[in-house]
């Protein structure tokens, strides 16, 4: 069982940037690989980035370049810095923690998840 809290969304314009954190808890040893979802009204779930137990990171197309995914092991906090925000980032984003050493981007959507944090961003 994995808890898992957001924080950090709000409303950008157009080329700002927003940070989300997510502070996660556990209640066993087991090892998670951790990322971001998005989802936006009417559209399906995207997944944007994973960090892997080993520390290797993968991005979604649409994010690479803009988006960076880290880990604080020692506070057990996973942070998504977005930069050059675009109008098609606003979504509802989503922290999910897989039981797993290794997950790609949409097996994310079947791991544990917060209750998410909205990001909006205006032309």
């Known amino acids: 069982q994995v808890q898992l809290v957001e924080s950090g969304g709000g409303s950008v314009q157009t080329g700002g940037s927003l940070r989300l954190s997510c502070s996660y808890s556990?209640?066993?040893?087991?090892?998670?690989?951790l990322g971001w979802f998005r989802q936006a009204p009417g559209k399906e779930r995207e997944g944007v980035a994973t960090?892997?137990?080993?520390?290797?990171?993968t991005y979604a197309d649409s994010v690479k370049g803009r988006f960076t995914i880290s880990r604080d092991r020692a506070k057990n906090t996973l942070t998504l810095q977005m930069n050059n925000l675009k109008p098609e980032d606003s979504a509802g984003y989503y922290c999910?923690?897989?039981?797993?050493?290794?997950?790609?981007?949409?097996?994310?959507?079947?791991?544990?998840w917060g209750q998410g944090t909205d990001v909006t961003v205006s032309s």
């Open positions: 999910a923690a897989v039981s797993a050493r290794d997950c790609t981007l949409s097996d994310l959507f079947l791991g544990f």
């Open positions: 960090f892997r137990a080993d520390g290797t990171t």
């Open positions: 556990t209640t066993t040893h087991s090892t998670y690989c």
